[in-house]
């Protein structure tokens, strides 16, 4: 993988460029595809953003959100634009098989492919240009980086700050995660010198979703979290039936991991799902218990030191003994 300051040059040749990044795209995975996207367009480029899969209602606001093409619902419009790509630019993922369906896909794609990334362990061989950093607080901020090493910070208007904004406040939980450095409080300041209504964004991230949602949360942790305080840890497991029952849809259940670690003492926090193709985990730590090394071994996932993510195609109950003899086997590191 040559360095992205290779591509710099060549980004006033006109070129047909698709942008996409991991299946159920977050804030930082949609806000940094859409930032590309915007800075992109203003040289001229014909270009798309393809997300593998839908993504939560709650990220419609972001703009430029209606041209996005879903692979799983569009997909013969989708294999149209990956079939011209000349440019691939991969964001918020490190290795193909992130975006699920379409991981084939890309993998025989002949194009140019450009990978920006802050996850561990990066596939750097599958990428002819890029940038993997796992230090940056999220991808939007390495998308403002580049905007700005690339000379054209001048081309930030208010759409591209909107969305760099929206995954940086996501990704460093509203600046509070280790990941928040002097750099990201200074792009924050930039983005506001050029007109950034910051307001706006929080409003649209944290204030803007239905009843129900509220309510399932209220729900789960009422009646789905469990406290093991000899290992620092909580688990919340919530079955198929309350996903039915308080009409969840993709999105709402993000953040549920954020809750249990405003106990004192808590190092762990992990929400498994039970979603139809397999039981989904996520991963919270504090402090130096490592959430990538514990998600890689036990449940086939990976990500960052404190927020991974991983999956498991056992039933729940199966899954979630596996969970506690996994905190068993790690207790020295819980303590
Ligand atoms: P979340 O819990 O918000 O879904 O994910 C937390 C972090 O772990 C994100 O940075 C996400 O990209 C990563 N992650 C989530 N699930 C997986 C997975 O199955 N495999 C890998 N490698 N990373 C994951
Ligand atoms: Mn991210």
Not at 134 to 148: G, L, N
Request: include cysteine; glycine fraction near 6%; proline fraction near 3%.
């Amino acid at each position: 993988m040559k360095p992205i300051q290779e591509i710099y040059p060549l980004l006033t040749e006109m070129r047909k460029i698709v942008i996409t990044t991991h299946q159920k795209p977050d804030a930082d995975a949609m806000g940094s595809s859409l930032a590309m996207y915007h800075f992109l367009k203003q040289f001229g480029h014909t270009v798309t953003v393809v997300s593998p899969t839908n993504w939560a209602k709650w990220i419609d606001w972001m703009p430029g959100s209606r041209q996005v093409i879903d692979f799983d619902m569009n997909n013969e419009k989708a294999n149209e634009v990956l079939n011209s790509a000349e440019w691939l630019f991969c964001l918020d993922f490190n290795t193909f098989h992130r975006t699920k369906t379409m991981t084939e896909r890309l993998k025989e794609l002949k194009c140019t492919k450009i990978l920006i990334d802050h996850h561990q362990e990066p596939d750097a061989v599958s990428f002819d240009y890029g940038i993997s950093d796992a230090a940056k607080s999220s991808t939007c901020e390495m998308v403002y980086d580049i905007i700005v090493e690339s000379g054209h910070a001048g081309r930030i208007n208010e759409e591209i700050a909107e969305c760099i904004y929206a995954g940086v406040v996501a990704d460093t939980g509203s600046f509070r995660f280790a990941s928040t450095t002097n750099k990201v409080h200074e792009l924050v300041a930039d983005l506001k010198s050029r007109g950034l209504n910051h307001a706006k964004v929080h409003d649209s991230l944290f204030d803007n979703f239905l009843e129900n949602r509220l309510r399932f949360t209220g729900h789960v942790l009422l009646h789905r979290m469990q406290v093991f305080y000899e290992y620092n840890t909580v688990l919340i497991a919530i079955p198929k039936s309350d996903l039915l029952k308080f009409h969840v849809k993709t999105g709402d259940t993000e953040g549920l991991v954020n809750y249990p670690q405003s106990i004192q003492g808590i190092k762990l926090v992990a929400v498994v799902i039970d979603r139809d193709e397999e039981r989904k985990w996520s991963f919270r730590s504090k402090g130096d218990f490592d959430c990538n090394t514990f998600a890689r071994k036990y449940f086939d996932g990976g990500g960052h030191y404190n927020a991974s993510g991983g999956k498991s195609n056992d039933p729940l109950d199966e899954t979630v003994r596996k969970f506690k003899e996994a905190i068993k086997e790690n207790q020295s590191l819980l303590q």
